[in-house]
């Protein structure tokens, strides 16, 4: 089992910066990826960045340049800093990893509001 504990989240207003943190306990040592991922009211569920036990990373198209995902895998944790931000940033975003025998575990949520 792994648990994840999010924190960061808040309101902001269009051009400032947030720092999202994820900080994973239980059977660390068994995570591959670590990732964000964010739902707005009304749409689905969607990937904004990860990043790999080997520090790989990917990203939304929406949020290339503006976002950087990091992990320090001695602190099993990830984070997401959000800078120009912009009010279709608001959602809810969810830190999320992925184990090696491939069961994905999410986190409570942290509410991102970004205003005009």
């Known amino acids: 089992q792994v648990q994840l504990v999010e924190s960061g989240g808040g309101l902001v207003q269009t051009g400032e910066s947030l720092r999202l943190s994820c900080v994973a306990s239980?059977?660390?040592?068994?995570?591959?990826?670590m990732a964000w991922y964010r739902q707005a009211p009304g749409k689905q569920r969607e990937l904004v960045a990860e990043?790999?036990?080997?520090?790989?990373?990917n990203y939304a198209g929406s949020v290339k340049g503006r976002f950087t995902i990091s992990r320090d895998n001695a602190k099993s944790t990830t984070y997401l800093q959000m800078n120009s931000m912009v009010p279709d940033d608001t959602a809810v975003y969810y830190c999320s990893i992925l184990t090696d025998w491939a069961r994905r575990y999410w986190g409570q949520g942290t509410q991102v509001t970004v205003s005009s």
């Open positions: 239980g059977r660390t040592s068994s995570i591959v990826t």
């Open positions: 990043v790999t036990r080997g520090g790989s990373t």
